[in-house]
């Protein structure tokens, strides 16, 4: 006799209705924005342990310095491009119902005959409270959104932040500081490059300088240059005389316990040429180590490609052709002068700086090793 059939048997499972997950709660976002002499980018972030989940952001190229170098005023084409943005921003801010914020402008704004009008009309056409800071904090800012690239065995670190109109260059001694604390010692210059570290063992900030060229200056400088190769060997050693008062620029370099931390869209997409990426991909870029040859090798190849050949090099983009042959320039520079088994690059900058200031003054970050 065959088996009774059970009850129900054969009849479609009933359907589980799985939860759409919970907003996250508006108080604990942080939202940092970034306006650069290229650039407008912004994050919105969570914190989640020592570091931060990310839940919204944008990017945009908005040129704001573009025609900076020859009439010393942000133009009204740029402003009303950047303006256009920011109210992009501005809705994601309210979507989210973000509280804690920092909104801040670099080289662009600080050069600018008109910046400081240029803040007003921000805000009085999108509401958003924009904020020119000092040189000193571009640099701080990112200088801690590397922290957790710093290795523990890296007794002196040099961080680069190539930006649109400056340049910025940190020098850290941490030496003195036991090697599982490296990463947090970096965290806490946050409060300042002379600041009181407390009861911590203190990195050292040996000398900090802000050089005003940066991809769009620099490249705006010898825009006359019609040779390749000529401009670029010009820009070159026109970077490298301007780092003649950084304290560390006459020393010679152990590449022994020697860390370059390079944070920019140039070393971001040297790094992917490096790896033949015809899509960028930062999950295989952001802490990726090269050495100076490595990096050489590729700026070479730049070279050989030509104007033209770079325009169509899926591995540098439409967005950063015209500017990668400047930002090199600047690279090659600082590797001539200091070569490293050991560059580390950077996916990050002042937007994670700012949020990792933010939640770092707040106490809402775990404090544990990176």
């Given amino acids: 006799m065959a088996p009774k059939r059970p009850k129900g048997a054969g009849a479609f499972p009933k359907a589980v209705d799985t939860p759409a997950p919970s907003p996250p709660d508006p108080a604990s976002l942080y939202a940092a924005l970034d306006l650069g002499t290229n650039s407008c980018r912004m994050l919105i972030a969570q914190p989640k342990g020592s570091q931060f989940h990310v839940i919204d952001s944008f990017s945009k190229s908005v040129q704001l310095g573009h025609g900076l170098e020859n009439t010393g005023r942000?133009?009204?084409?740029?402003?009303?491009?950047?303006?256009?943005?920011?109210?992009?921003?501005?809705?994601?801010?309210?979507?989210?119902?973000?509280?804690?914020?920092?909104?801040?402008?670099?080289?662009?704004?600080?050069?600018?005959?008109?910046?400081?009008?240029?803040?007003?009309?921000?805000?009085?056409?999108?509401?958003?409270?924009?904020?020119?800071?000092?040189?000193?904090?571009?640099?701080?800012?990112?200088?801690?959104?590397?922290?957790?690239?710093?290795?523990?065995?890296?007794?002196q670190l040099l961080v680069v932040d190539i930006g649109?109109?400056?340049?910025?260059?940190?020098?850290?001694?941490?030496?003195?500081?036991?090697?599982?604390?490296?990463?947090?010692?970096?965290?806490?210059?946050?409060?300042?490059?002379?600041?009181?570290?407390?009861?911590?063992?203190?990195?050292?900030?040996?000398?900090?300088?802000?050089?005003?060229?940066g991809v769009a200056t620099l490249r705006d400088q010898f825009n006359d240059v019609a040779d390749d190769a000529a401009r670029f060997a010009l820009m070159s050693w026109f970077f490298e005389e301007n780092l003649e008062e950084f304290a560390p620029y006459a020393a010679a370099q152990d590449r022994e316990g020697f860390q370059i931390i390079g944070t920019s869209g140039t070393v971001t997409t040297v790094a992917a040429s490096f790896l033949g990426l015809k899509r960028y991909d930062r999950t295989k870029v952001d802490g990726l180590r090269m050495t100076s040859d490595q990096i050489d090798s590729v700026i070479r190849d730049y070279l050989a490609l030509g104007p033209a050949g770079r325009r169509v090099d899926p591995r540098i983009g439409k967005d950063r052709q015209a500017l990668i042959m400047s930002g090199s320039a600047i690279l090659q520079a600082l590797m001539r002068l200091w070569p490293t088994d050991r560059l580390s690059v950077a996916d990050r900058g002042l937007r994670e700086g700012l949020l990792y200031a933010q939640m770092s003054a707040d106490g809402v970050l775990e404090d544990t090793p990176f």
Avoid: Y
Wanted: net charge positive; charged share 25%; proline share 5%.
């Fill in 74 to 155: 942000l133009s009204r084409a740029s402003m009303n491009r950047t303006i256009s943005a920011m109210r992009i921003c501005r809705e994601k801010l309210k979507r989210h119902e973000v509280k804690h914020m920092r909104l801040v402008a670099t080289e662009a704004c600080r050069r600018a005959l008109n910046g400081d009008s240029f803040v007003s009309q921000v805000h009085r056409e999108t509401g958003l409270d924009l904020e020119i800071i000092k040189p000193e904090e571009e640099a701080r800012l990112a200088v801690i959104s590397c922290a957790p690239l710093v290795s523990m065995n890296t007794d």
């Fill in 164 to 213: 649109g109109g400056s340049t910025e260059l940190v020098w850290i001694d941490l030496t003195n500081v036991p090697k599982r604390e490296r990463p947090r010692a970096i965290m806490r210059l946050h409060a300042g490059f002379s600041s009181d570290p407390g009861p911590f063992a203190a990195a050292k900030v040996v000398d900090w300088i802000s050089v005003p060229l």
